[in-house]
């Protein structure tokens, strides 16, 4: 593949991109985006790797549908503290969207292609990223992170591919999607080696919806629940956060997004071991 500059007016750091990449899993293409850390070009050092979905939120708002993450600046201000990685944005499909990062099938969706998505994450764009730049492939610095349907998606291919990822981040997930089908993912796969961040805001749906935005967050709360059933331990390898005032929202994320990835990173990036 060949990685170009991008060429964003308000784009922070060095971001790449290649055109138009072909998935066999999909029979679709798609960009890639690639966010090198600080000191990628004048180093030898290796790298964690966070893929990330909706790419096209996640740096220039000229390319956003919805708000823009600051993925761009997050990782420039994370770096100063040693905390760097590579982050690739794989932006979604468009009409698409809704069955990429569905797994399961749904009334609204149709049959998800979810398993394909992941697949293609896997079998196509990690590859090349372990290929092309100085990634460190191994699943303890690998991670998958995403907010609402973006985080299901994300949860799945934690526990569906157990050994792949190392790191999940899980921002106001979409459980209401096949919510028995997921955990009974995560209780076939069992505890494995992983950090995972989730969270929820309490105005997901709007500040008139109180009941509506209640159940939400019950389902988010009750998804901890069962990974702390599965062994998982808050404030060692899991990290729940309730945000009370946070709504369903790219700003919401976006403020949210580095203490998560503080979370996933330590212990990670060799300048926090």
Known sequence: MTWDRY?????????????????????????????????????????????????????????????????????????????????????????????????????????????????????????????????????????????????????????????????LGCMSPSLWVGYGELLAVVTDSGHHAGRIYLDVGGRELGPNRSKRNERYAATVTRFKDALVAHGYREDHNLKYVMDAEGTHSEAAWARRLPDALRFLLRGVSDNTL
Do not use: C
Request: glycine share 12%.
């Open 7 to 167: 060429e964003g007016q308000a784009v922070s750091g060095d971001l790449r991109v290649t055109r138009r990449v072909y998935s066999p899993q999909l029979k679709n293409h798609r960009d890639l985006l690639v966010h090198l850390p600080p000191g990628y070009g004048s180093s030898d050092r290796r790298y964690p790797v966070i893929y990330m979905h909706d790419g096209q939120n996640l740096f220039d708002a000229a390319t956003s549908y919805a708000g823009e993450w600051h993925v761009d600046e997050t990782m420039l201000a994370l770096a100063a503290e040693g905390r760097e990685a590579i982050i690739v944005g794989i932006p979604n499909t468009g009409e698409h969207r809704a069955r990429e990062y569905t797994p399961f099938a749904h009334h609204l969706f149709g049959h998800g292609r979810g398993e394909d998505y992941v697949r293609f994450i896997l079998e196509t764009v990690k590859p090349a990223i372990d290929r092309d730049f100085r990634s460190r492939p191994e699943p303890e610095a690998t991670g998958i992170l995403g907010s609402s349907m973006g985080g299901l998606i994300s949860a799945y291919a934690f526990f569906r591919f157990p050994g792949s990822f190392g790191m």
